[in-house]
Nanobody, 115 residues
Framework: QVLLVESGGGLVQAGGSLRLSCAAS????????MGWYRQAPGNERQLVAG???????IYVGSARGRFTISRDNAENTVYLQMDSLKPEDTAVYYC?????????WGQGTQLTVSS
């Protein structure tokens, strides 16, 4: 059974930084194209960043230039470093495969950015 566990969220002031973690069991993250998604209240879940099996990174919209996705193969974990946070980054953050989310969603981790 594949299980994704997101962690690292919290309450941060605007301009601050935070790093999210996505740990997996039952699958090897480095063999999959993995992404970070977020869902704000009233909005659909959207991809914000992805890392391909070959290490190539992609960023979507406002994440470009502020977020950095990385992977630790030994820890089987994908990270999302978020800098220069804005109130509009407030959302629940999830990890999953991309471009299609094929894995059962985890519980996500809440990020709240105060102004």
């Amino acid at each position: 059974q594949v299980l994704l566990v997101e962690s690292g969220g919290g309450l941060v002031q605007a301009g601050g930084s935070l790093r999210l973690s996505c740990a997996a069991s039952g699958m090897t993250l480095s063999l999959n194209d993995m992404g970070w998604y977020r869902q704000a209240p009233g909005n659909e879940r959207q991809l914000v960043a992805g890392i391909r099996r070959d290490g190539m990174q992609i960023y979507v919209g406002s994440a470009r230039g502020r977020f950095t996705i990385s992977r630790d193969n030994a820890e089987n974990t994908v990270y999302l470093q978020m800098d220069s946070l804005k109130p509009e980054d407030t959302a629940v953050y999830y990890c999953n495969s991309f471009p299609q989310a094929r894995i059962t969603w985890g519980q996500g981790t809440q990020l709240t950015v105060s102004s």
